[in-house]
């Protein structure tokens, strides 16, 4: 195994706790750093496995982060302040100095530590408002609606352009929105706080019906980082790819109706409400990784969804509430 050791920072996060299982049951070693800001409840079902350690620490921190960057192979970074609301609340200067700061550190410590890669979390809000209607590619222009758009990109530009020249290579994942389960599941994404609010409360309200997002379940996500990390250094160097599939386009029209086969009776209510911030309404091209590196999603917004309300309706996502109250302050339609 080229890359056995895989270093993930806010792996006790929504991505970072699926995936850190994933790779330790296909046999990696898995270092992760967090600050457990929403706690490390995600990851005490890996702490006695022996190809497992962690670091609580701020990837603000580089003398504190360096200890977990010995004899690593690839970084997943995944740290960040995540989200337009998570962003606005803490303000500029926070949101830039972990997000971008953030990243210049863990690089420049797996340059000095010899990793070979780094995946980077990033985003497809990047993209903006699409105004020719047509699906954004990786080439086309980027237009931030928000001040987590802007630190993604500024933290893009400053991976590729030290890709150029190190002897790391960066490969840079705009994700679309997420959805399903996890060992952290949130709940200020589109389609798990809709089937959760559809749930407890029989009605949704819904802003901007006829806007585009773009969705991706979160193993498919976990399936193309594992990809990147096997696949051969040419492929990926100093790329980027937006992750999902052209299938997982929909209107919030379009997720409303899904919803609606899982919860009978679901009241809806529309609202023309325009307010500041993050206002995508875009359709996205994954032609690109499928082309690229085969890479197609496995999973179908209707899985996601069909899977959420079995779990939540079962009893067995135990305390939805408490996490989605939570993150309440950072929720937005």
Known sequence: ??????????????????????????????????????????????????????????????????????????????????????????????????????????????????????????????????????????????NPQSLYAETKIASEQFLRERGAVSRCAPIIFRFATLFGLSPRTRFDLIINQFTLEA?????????????????????????????????????????????????GNYSKEEIIRLVQKYVPGLEILYKDLTFGGDMRDIRVSFDKITSQLGYTTKYTVEDGIRELAEAIQSGLLSDPNGERHRNAKFIVQ
């Not at 800001?37 to 603000?60: E, I």
């Open 1 to 142: 195994m080229a890359m056995s050791h895989i270093l993930i920072t806010g792996g006790a996060g929504y991505i970072g706790s699926m995936l850190s299982g994933t790779l330790l049951h296909h046999g990696y070693r898995v270092t992760v750093i967090d600050d457990l800001l929403f706690g490390g409840d995600s990851l005490m079902g890996y702490m006695m496995h022996p190809n497992f350690r962690f670091l609580k620490a701020n990837v603000c921190d580089p003398v504190a982060i360096r200890p977990a960057f010995k004899d690593v192979d690839a970084v997943v970074h995944l740290a960040a302040i995540v989200g337009f609301p998570a962003c606005q609340q803490v303000g500029h200067q926070v949101a830039w100095q972990f997000n971008v700061d953030g990243t210049k550190n863990v690089f420049g410590l797996a340059e000095e530590h010899g990793v070979q890669r780094m995946v980077f979390s990033s985003t497809y809000s990047n993209y903006g408002i699409a105004p020719d209607g047509e699906a954004v590619t990786e080439e086309s222009p980027l």
């Open 199 to 247: 749930i407890e409360k029989r009605k949704l309200i819904i802003y901007q019906k006829n806007y585009n997002r773009s969705f991706v379940y979160i193993r498919d996500v976990v399936r193309a980082v594992m990809l990147v990390l096997e696949v051969d250094e040419s492929k990926v160097r100093n790329q980027i790819f937006n992750v999902g599939s052209n299938a």
